[in-house]
Each structure stands twice: as structure tokens, then as C-alpha cells.
């Protein structure tokens, strides 16, 4: 899960009500794109009753750190897979 630059980046999308409940804690993960609102992350595991992503950011002093967030399936509106240097919605 440390791999800095994965083969594939996952656009996250959540319901409206998932955005509103999670509300600060989320906001400085998300990403805003052409589609709204979105986590881009480097892995997900959907295999659960809790979706788990890993969000690669950085620590206040600039080194790379990994986030592990998990959330109730059920929040999740949609997945995009993509390539690193791909935009959300632009091919």
C-alpha cells in the first residue's frame, strides 16, 4: 500500500448525504472534477460492509504519507478507475 505512483488512480464518489455526513473530516480529501466531487485514490477494497480507500498526501512537513480511510459501503455512488495522468471525464 506505500506504492507512490500505482498502474491506476480511482475516482471515488459519494451520495450527496455521505458528502454532508462526514462533512469536515472528508473535506480535505476531496477533489472537485467536471462530475462533482470526488476522493481520487490509489487503492480501494469494496469487499466489505465498509469501503476502504487509500489516499496518498503528504504530512505538514511535505513526505509522503498514505491515508487509509473506511466508510459504509452503501455512501458510494460511484468508481472510476484511470490513469495517473488521465482527468476525471477526459480521455
Same mark, same amino acid.
Given at each position: +500500500?506505500? @506504492?507512490?505512483? *500505482? ?8 451520495? *450527496? ?17 467536471? /462530475?462533482?466531487?470526488?476522493? +481520487? ?15 496518498? &498526501? /503528504? ?6 504519507? @498514505?491515508?487509509? +480511510?473506511?466508510? *459504509?459501503?452503501? +455512501?458510494?455512488?460511484?468508481?472510476? &478507475? ?10
Amino acid at each position: +500500500m506505500n @506504492d507512490p505512483q *500505482p498502474v491506476l488512480y480511482y475516482a471515488v464518489y459519494l451520495f *450527496p448525504t455521505a458528502l454532508e455526513t462526514l462533512g469536515d473530516a472528508l473535506k480535505p480529501y476531496l477533489r472537485d472534477g467536471p /462530475h462533482g466531487r470526488h476522493l +481520487m485514490c490509489a487503492e480501494i477494497d469494496a469487499g466489505g460492509q465498509l469501503f476502504e480507500v487509500m489516499i496518498p &498526501s /503528504h504530512d505538514e512537513q511535505g513526505r509522503p504519507i @498514505d491515508i487509509e +480511510m473506511m466508510f *459504509p459501503t452503501v +455512501m458510494v455512488r460511484l468508481v472510476i &478507475s484511470m490513469r495517473p495522468e488521465a482527468d476525471v471525464g477526459f480521455t
